[in-house]
């Protein structure tokens, strides 16, 4: 189901156009100094862009639980820089998710953008994981909440 999902999105919705422009973003921010933690997302958002239905957004302090205090204070002073960007490929990923929504078949298109729209605020600290790593995480944090450590 996951492969159609993928097919569909790709073929009448054009998703590798939404992940190329993703990427070119990106790799723009790669080329700046102070953006490179944006374009790294941004390319990690590529990925997911070209298999949404396979690929899930979760936040590094799943993957990795250690965080730096001068990297909290560093991505703080970059959001501020990146926060124009962000509103603008949040508003042209909106834009997309009201025209997915018109089509019957583009619904679950447009649910697996708007599953992202807060990385594009918030790109700092987000991996691109298997919906499979997914489940592994959310499975081991229910463990952890139990007391069921395993």
């Known amino acids: 189901m996951r492969t159609l999902g993928n097919i ?3 073929i009448p919705f054009l998703g590798f156009l939404t992940a190329f422009g993703t990427l070119i973003v990106g790799g723009l921010m790669m080329a700046t100094i102070i953006g490179a933690p944006f374009g790294l997302t941004l390319i990690r958002l590529s990925k997911y862009f070209l298999a949404p239905f396979s ?4 936040p590094s302090s799943d993957v990795n639980p250690i965080e730096y205090p001068a990297w909290r204070i560093f991505g703080i002073f970059v959001w501020i820089l990146y926060l124009p960007f962000g509103i ?11 025209g997915m929504f018109c089509s019957v078949v ?3 298109a447009a649910l697996a953008l708007a599953k992202v729209l807060p990385t594009y605020l918030t790109p700092i600290n987000t991996e691109c994981g ?3 790593v997914n489940d592994g995480f959310q499975l081991r944090q229910v463990h952890m909440q139990t007391g069921q450590v395993q």
């Open 8 to 10: 569909l999105w790709h």
């Open 55 to 58: 690929y899930v957004m979760v």
């Open 130 to 132: 298997s919906v499979a």
């Open 106 to 108: 583009g619904i679950p």
């Open 88 to 98: 603008v490929l949040s508003l042209v990923l909106m834009v997309q998710i009201v």
